[in-house]
């Protein structure tokens, strides 16, 4: 009997399988998560349709739905009544009961402030910066750029918009750093940063622009360069200064616009970071550990993923006033306090019965030496579970192998690493499959 349930249960494996290899329009990394204002509730989405609803208290998934496209940001409105969902350019307005599309914006590079008024589209190309009502998409007004713009930031009161240049030369004075940053005794990202950037002669243009009556300020110039566009970024004003964190480094740029770089003797790569809602702190993760920084103290509370945390590299972070809640690319979600104190850890699943999730693989090799060898190691696993093998010969350079699916994430991480502790060279990722 229990060889014939066996048997069945590999049948009804691999007629899932086959249907679900067609079932998921899109592949990749979990990206982005937000808290939705006045609720309980996180939203989790990624390079996948399915969006997650977790409960923020117990960690539980409470509802999941299917979006028209995948998100790589996520912020909510003022109301909290419709979610901005940011992927491949475009902007979504959804529902965030159901999921449902209310409205589509087509753009360029928009950056999204939660709970904010304002949504600014990024034309680099195009020389130009566009600027929505958040409430309901209404494009309010463009203005034109004597640079190609990189990123944007409002100040505190949000009345004012800051646009900064992508890095560019800059001639005399301009290029001039007036206090150098000393080489630090022991080798950090951020120290390594700084000081290319004070002997490159390059750096950065800017300006702000009144969003009540479009009103522009003179064009200004840095010899630093915090500009990685969005990517491991996080800008932030508190009280009078402008915090700009970027994927290598750190900066402050007082009232009078001088910008001074931050040192941290444990900086390291920026892969994730933010702003806490009331401004007062900025964190920041990267591969194996980040930091939470006091804009008002001026002070680095340090953590590191393998003691405090248990996770590989950070995805994206939502801070409120008091809680952080870190998510990873394991689909691991770790919330704590701004003193860096664990509150709970949890993972996004579906809902039981809800979904699955499937372990892709990327058979790269170009020598059947090479996939034979990562067949053995893939292989072996799958005889263990009694699964269906793969044969990586009938499909060469496919980036997407369903190699097998699982109930849960953590079953999922712990086939991965079965595979990546067994040295397979060729990368695994893990997507969600509604049921």
Same mark, same amino acid.
């Given at each position: 009997?229990?060889?014939?349930? /066996?048997?069945?249960? =590999?049948?009804?494996?691999?007629?899932?399988?086959? !249907?679900?290899?067609?079932?998921?329009?899109?592949?990749?990394?979990?990206?982005?998560?937000?808290?939705?204002?006045?609720?309980?509730?996180? !939203?989790?989405?990624?390079?996948?349709?399915?969006?997650?609803?977790?409960?923020?208290?117990?960690?539980?998934?409470?509802? =999941? +739905?299917?979006?028209? /496209?995948?998100?790589?940001?996520?912020?909510?409105?003022?109301?909290?009544?419709?979610?901005?969902?940011?992927?491949?350019?475009?902007?979504?307005?959804?529902?965030?009961?159901?999921?449902?599309?209310?409205?589509? @914006?087509?753009?360029?590079?928009?950056?999204?402030?939660?709970?904010?008024?304002?949504?600014?589209?990024?034309?680099?190309?195009?020389?130009?910066?566009?600027?929505?009502?958040?409430?309901?998409? =209404?494009?309010?007004?463009?203005?034109?750029?004597?640079?190609?713009?990189?990123?944007?930031?409002?100040?505190?009161?949000?009345?004012?918009?800051?646009?900064?240049?992508?890095?560019?030369?800059?001639?005399?004075?301009?290029?001039?750093?007036?206090?150098?940053?000393?080489?630090?005794?022991?080798?950090?990202?951020?120290?390594?940063?700084?000081?290319?950037?004070?002997?490159?002669?390059?750096?950065?243009?800017? !300006?702000?622009?009144?969003?009540?009556?479009?009103?522009?300020?003179? @064009?200004?110039?840095?010899?630093?360069?915090?500009?990685?566009?969005?990517?491991?970024?996080?800008?932030?004003?508190?009280?009078?200064?402008?915090?700009?964190?970027?994927?290598?480094? +750190?900066?402050?740029?007082?009232?009078?616009?001088?910008?001074?770089?931050?040192?941290?003797?444990?900086?390291?790569?920026?892969?994730?970071?933010?702003?806490?809602?009331?401004?007062?702190?900025?964190?920041?993760?990267?591969?194996?550990?980040?930091?939470?920084?006091?804009?008002?103290?001026?002070?680095?509370?340090?953590?590191?993923?393998?003691?405090?945390?248990?996770?590989?590299?950070?995805?994206?972070?939502?801070?409120?006033?008091?809680?952080?809640?870190?998510?990873?690319?394991?689909?691991?979600?770790?919330? !704590?306090?701004?003193?860096?104190?664990?509150?709970?850890?949890?993972?996004?699943?579906?809902?039981?019965?809800?979904?699955?999730?499937?372990?892709?693989?990327?058979?790269?090799?170009?020598?059947?030496?090479?996939?034979?060898?990562?067949?053995?190691?893939?292989?072996?696993?799958?005889?263990?579970? /009694?699964?269906?093998?793969?044969?990586?010969?009938?499909?060469?350079?496919?980036?997407?192998?369903?190699?097998?699916?699982?109930?849960?994430?953590?079953?999922?991480?712990?086939?991965?690493?079965?595979?990546?502790?067994?040295?397979?060279?060729?990368?695994?990722?893990?997507?969600?499959?509604?049921?």
């Amino acid at each position: 009997m229990k060889k014939h349930n /066996n048997k069945i249960k =590999t049948l009804c494996l691999l007629l899932f399988i086959v !249907f679900s290899a067609n079932s998921f329009a899109f592949k990749g990394d979990v990206r982005a998560i937000v808290k939705r204002p006045g609720k309980n509730e996180l !939203f989790i989405a990624g390079e996948f349709k399915t969006l997650f609803v977790l409960n923020s208290l117990t960690g539980k998934t409470i509802r =999941t +739905f299917l979006t028209p /496209n995948g998100a790589v940001k996520l912020a909510f409105t003022n109301d909290g009544t419709s979610l901005l969902a940011v992927y491949n350019n475009k902007l979504m307005y959804l529902d965030p009961e159901t999921g449902a599309l209310k409205k589509t @914006i087509a753009g360029n590079g928009f950056f999204i402030f939660n709970e904010g008024d304002y949504i600014v589209d990024v034309h680099r190309f195009g020389n130009k910066i566009s600027v929505y009502a958040s409430a309901d998409g =209404t494009l309010l007004f463009s203005h034109p750029c004597a640079f190609s713009p990189d990123f944007v930031c409002l100040n505190a009161d949000k009345k004012e918009l800051h646009v900064f240049s992508t890095e560019q030369a800059l001639v005399g004075d301009s290029a001039f750093v007036t206090s150098k940053s000393m080489k630090s005794v022991s080798y950090n990202t951020f120290n390594s940063s700084y000081l290319k950037q004070q002997s490159d002669s390059k750096g950065v243009s800017y !300006f702000t622009i009144s969003l009540t009556d479009q009103k522009v300020s003179s @064009i200004k110039t840095s010899p630093y360069s915090p500009s990685k566009g969005s990517f491991g970024s996080a800008f932030n004003f508190y009280k009078d200064q402008l915090f700009l964190l970027s994927y290598d480094s +750190f900066y402050k740029m007082n009232s009078s616009d001088k910008m001074t770089p931050i040192e941290f003797d444990e900086s390291g790569y920026s892969y994730s970071a933010a702003r806490s809602a009331d401004g007062k702190y900025m964190v920041q993760a990267g591969s194996k550990k980040g930091f939470i920084y006091n804009c008002e103290t001026e002070k680095f509370t340090p953590f590191e993923f393998g003691k405090s945390f248990n996770s590989p590299y950070s995805k994206d972070i939502y801070a409120n006033k008091d809680t952080i809640y870190m998510l990873s690319k394991d689909y691991s979600i770790d919330i !704590f306090t701004t003193k860096a104190f664990i509150i709970k850890k949890t993972f996004v699943n579906f809902e039981p019965d809800k979904g699955k999730f499937a372990v892709l693989y990327n058979n790269g090799f170009t020598k059947k030496e090479a996939r034979d060898k990562e067949a053995e190691i893939i292989n072996a696993e799958l005889k263990k579970m /009694n699964l269906p093998v793969i044969d990586l010969e009938t499909v060469i350079g496919k980036d997407d192998v369903l190699l097998t699916i699982f109930n849960t994430v953590e079953e999922a991480n712990s086939f991965t690493k079965t595979l990546s502790d067994a040295r397979l060279n060729y990368i695994t990722i893990i997507v969600p499959l509604e049921s």
